[in-house]
């Protein structure tokens, strides 16, 4: 019965679009003079955004504004209130290099850029200066999250540096922060990032709700925050996505969904996440899109093929032997043959070398990481099928299946699916073919049932929305991804308005011409 619900419920969405502001025209707002009504209008237009300082001078008559995400302090300290102290002007605006606007939306617009706006009791006129930020520490790919096309600039541990990269790409107003002190001993400071006006605000009080309720005395990374918010701990499978790249960020951003970011961690958690969006990579919209379509589908296959090969070849050796062709009987059969053991101690043992090897790699140096992988792999897969403790076809299996899991863009997937092979080796062995089968079929009976923050995680399969699948098995053009998928029920439902007109006008441009002719 609740599968039919969610259909009739996804079916009849009273989700509204939210009347939206046009941006492409430029909006005026003359200033008032009047310091608390201009300083009001630019908290409220901002979204009481938490990042927003406003410091009040001249006994409260004067203030100055300015993200301090986007700003630089010292520059702050250096180019304003040095040269104030010093003497050398009376006033703030007395100091030059400062642009001059009466106009409060631009003021906004020049605020998102990184700079501080000098606001005045009964002057008209508010003084701009250029304090964007600048950190002399590099921003380097994540060595986790390596694409071919796109941005190769990666989160680092200092949160506002992270929300400032976000904020380089998103320059606009209704992008909102809202920062919580988690932790009784360490206080740690986490952000909460969303798109105001396109978020579904039931979520965000979902998270929030969340977030405070978390009574633990040391947080200090996105890991441990997951854990006290997501909806199953008991589930395999991640229900937030974790990422490194703040361009993935943005395009979950403009979707709808939530980011949440933590002080002294790269590691940003998106939600509400289906499983989909865990073979989802920048590289996929940075291509041609039958290529993104194509990638999307090998990733997709890989899936089976890390959770399903060794058993299948379990259960084929085991009980269905029937099944291979006849030019590959004698071979299967003369290497497992001289095998002592039965086909799931092999698959075991191999697995857990697999997972050895694997493990030494990344905890040791790059270096050396990389020389005990390969070298450790082929000795040991020699050595082994040399000694007669593994058929040379295990290994085969069993090296495919590890490629398999590599494949997937994010490592805690890859990490669920390579858990998941063990519990259904162990079927396979017990019960063969009908063993995998009802192993497969609690996967999906839980895929279906598991839920991201009150979203199904299996959308759009579960429910099934036939619209929604053209970014999940297959990538089609951008310019018709013009709807927002609906998993995460975003309040504007419309992305893309009339994005190829161009070539409506230019067909009709030669329509007209061929009469002259």
Not at 13 to 23: A, G
């Amino acid at each position: 019965m609740g599968f039919f619900k969610r259909i009739w419920q996804s079916n009849h969405s009273k989700i509204t679009d939210r009347q939206v502001r046009d941006d492409s025209k430029d909006p005026e707002q003359p200033s008032s003079g009047n310091l608390k009504d201009d300083v009001n209008y630019i908290l409220n237009a901002l979204h009481q955004t938490a990042d927003l300082k406003v410091r009040a001078l001249k006994k409260g008559k004067a203030a100055l504004l300015y993200l301090e995400s986007l700003s630089d302090q010292e520059k702050i300290q250096e180019n304003i209130f040095v040269p104030l102290e010093l003497g050398k002007y009376d006033d703030i605006s007395e100091i030059p290099n400062a642009k001059v606007s009466e106009n409060l939306e631009e003021v906004i617009i020049t605020l998102l850029r990184g700079h501080a706006a000098y606001l005045e009791e009964g002057r008209k006129k508010v003084n701009l200066f250029n304090v964007t930020s600048s950190y002399n520490r590099s921003v380097d790919e994540p060595a986790n999250e390596k694409v071919v096309r796109g941005s190769h600039d990666g989160f680092v541990e200092n949160i506002l540096i992270n929300i400032n990269l976000v904020r380089k790409r998103i320059e606009h107003r209704d992008l909102k922060v809202k920062y919580f002190k988690v932790g009784k001993k360490t206080n740690t400071n986490v952000a909460l990032l969303y798109m105001d006006g396109i978020v579904d605000p039931e979520i965000v009080q979902k998270v929030e709700g969340r977030i405070k309720d978390i009574s633990a005395d040391m947080i200090h990374s996105p890991g441990y925050i997951e854990e006290f918010i997501e909806d199953q701990t008991s589930s395999p499978f991640p229900q937030m996505l974790n990422t490194e790249r703040p361009d993935r960020v943005v395009a979950n951003l403009i979707e709808g969904r939530i980011a949440i970011m933590a002080e002294g961690s790269p590691t940003t958690l998106i939600a509400p996440s289906t499983f989909f969006m865990f073979y989802q990579s920048p590289d996929d919209y940075n291509m041609r899109w039958y290529t993104g379509t194509f990638v999307r589908i090998i990733r997709l296959m890989s899936f089976l093929i890390a959770v399903g090969l060794p058993a299948f070849y379990i259960a084929i050796v085991s009980f269905h032997f029937e099944v291979i062709p006849d030019e590959l009987i004698m071979p299967v059969k003369s290497s497992i043959n001289e095998i002592a053991y039965p086909p799931i101690m092999e698959a075991l043992v191999m697995v857990v070398i697999i997972e050895l090897i694997r493990e030494s790699g990344i905890r040791l140096p790059q270096p050396i990481g990389q020389t005990i992988g390969i070298v450790g792999g082929l000795v040991i897969g020699d050595a082994v099928v040399r000694a007669g403790l593994v058929s040379n076809v295990m290994v085969i299996v069993v090296a495919l299946t590890a490629i398999a899991s590599f494949v997937v863009p994010s490592n805690e997937l890859s990490t669920a699916l390579r858990l998941l092979t063990f519990p259904l080796i162990l079927l396979a062995a017990t019960l063969g073919f009908v063993g995998i089968v009802f192993g497969l079929l609690f996967i999906a009976i839980h895929l279906a049932k598991l839920e991201s923050f009150g979203v199904p995680y299996f959308a759009p399969l579960t429910p099934l929305r036939i619209r929604d699948l053209k970014d999940t098995f297959i990538r089609i053009p951008l310019f018709k991804m013009n709807q927002r998928p609906k998993d995460a029920h975003p309040m504007q439902p419309k992305a893309i308005d009339n994005s190829r007109e161009w070539k409506k006008r230019e067909q009709s441009g030669q329509t007209k011409q061929q009469p002259n002719k």
